[in-house]
């Protein structure tokens, strides 16, 4: 399955002004500021994304700050990133979306030179060349397939939804208080 196609299936199942990829692009970039703030020093990956930071171009630094600003959301939200990204070879232990990146360095993947397959219960749906491009398409799969999102990153994905792309959907339950408390400060 082509990612366009799973993209263009979630702007038919949940209808707006701009595609799904874009609307994820823009409300990310709206928090992610305050995203790699509250991040630093909470996780070895911020260490990694300070080097990446540190080695590359003036024009790269967008590009570096998105990637790590995913990679180190669900550690602002008390989640385990490596639940939704796994490293090397060998099928991730879940039938959930995930996005397991080739090499194992981190610091490859912020860089934006790391390869990665999306999977869904240990198959691969497709291949992205980027990690932010593997994080949208592994959150969109959640809506084409009609995945419940899993308890170990319930948080990262419910705000993803709620506050990056505005899917709101009836008789959702409210936020646990400790996340509303993270999205106060990321919003």
Known sequence: ????????????????????????????????????????????????????????????????????GLILLPVILKEKVEHFITMGEGDPATPYPTIRLLDNDWKMAIEGRALNVVKVDGVDVCQCTGIEDGFITAFSMHFVFNIAYPLHLKNTLTFLQRHIVSIVEEGEKPLPVTVLRVINLLC
Do not use: W
């Open 1 to 68: 399955m082509c990612v366009l196609q799973l993209f263009n299936e979630v702007d038919r199942i949940h209808r707006s002004q701009k595609g799904f990829s874009d609307r994820f692009r823009g409300g990310f970039a709206s928090v992610l500021t305050n995203v790699l703030q509250l991040a630093k020093g909470k996780s070895p990956i911020a260490k990694q994304y300070n080097e990446a930071r540190q080695d590359a171009l003036a024009e790269d630094l967008p590009g570096i700050d998105f990637r790590a």
